[in-house]
């Protein structure tokens, strides 16, 4: 009986630290890195640029833009595929803009001044579940 308890205690240990490793953390993506948000010379940049990440819940994204001069609001797919700047889902105009995801939906974003979604300033993304 004396020997089963270092081996219980190392099995406890090993769970216990499985857990750990197995955690999501939450990261922070600033989109566009360096480039940040603001009217692409490619049609592709913002859609490339998420497929570089993995999104999953409790993510930031952050926007870094001209204040004045850009904006951010989460959209529907609808609204993103037509550009309509009218049925917002919310919208922020100072920046950093900062949007936490908090369900795994596919989520889109446009810019609402003037033709800067239709300049292609726009960016969905797809929120995949942890491995746990």
Same mark, same amino acid.
């Given at each position: 009986?004396?020997?089963?308890? /270092?081996? &219980?205690? &190392?099995?406890?240990?090993?769970?216990?630290?499985?857990?750990?490793?197995?955690?999501?953390?939450?990261?922070?993506?600033?989109?566009?890195?360096?480039?940040? #948000?603001?009217? /692409?010379?490619?049609?592709?940049?913002?859609?490339? #640029?998420? &497929? @570089?990440?993995?999104?999953?819940?409790?993510?930031?994204?952050?926007?870094?833009?001209?204040?004045?001069?850009? @904006?951010?609001?989460?959209?529907?797919?609808?609204?993103?595929?037509?550009?309509?700047?009218? @049925?917002? +889902?919310? +919208?922020?105009?100072?920046? /950093?803009?900062?949007?936490?995801?908090?369900?795994?939906?596919?989520?889109?974003?446009?810019?609402?001044?003037?033709?800067?979604?239709?300049?292609? &300033?726009?960016?969905?993304?797809?929120?995949?579940? /942890?491995? @746990?």
């Amino acid at each position: 009986m004396a020997n089963l308890k /270092p081996s &219980l205690f &190392l099995i406890i240990a090993m769970v216990v630290a499985s857990m750990e490793f197995n955690h999501s953390v939450a990261t922070e993506h600033v989109v566009g890195d360096s480039f940040g #948000w603001a009217v /692409p010379q490619d049609a592709d940049f913002y859609a490339m #640029w998420s &497929l @570089n990440d993995t999104f999953i819940i409790d993510d930031t994204l952050i926007f870094n833009f001209a204040n004045g001069f850009h @904006n951010v609001a989460e959209v529907t797919k609808e609204a993103y595929d037509n550009c309509d700047t009218q @049925n917002l +889902i919310s +919208i922020q105009t100072t920046s /950093p803009a900062r949007f936490t995801i908090n369900n795994v939906d596919n989520h889109y974003y446009i810019c609402t001044v003037g033709l800067h979604c239709k300049s292609f &300033l726009k960016l969905a993304i797809r929120v995949s579940v /942890p491995n @746990n």
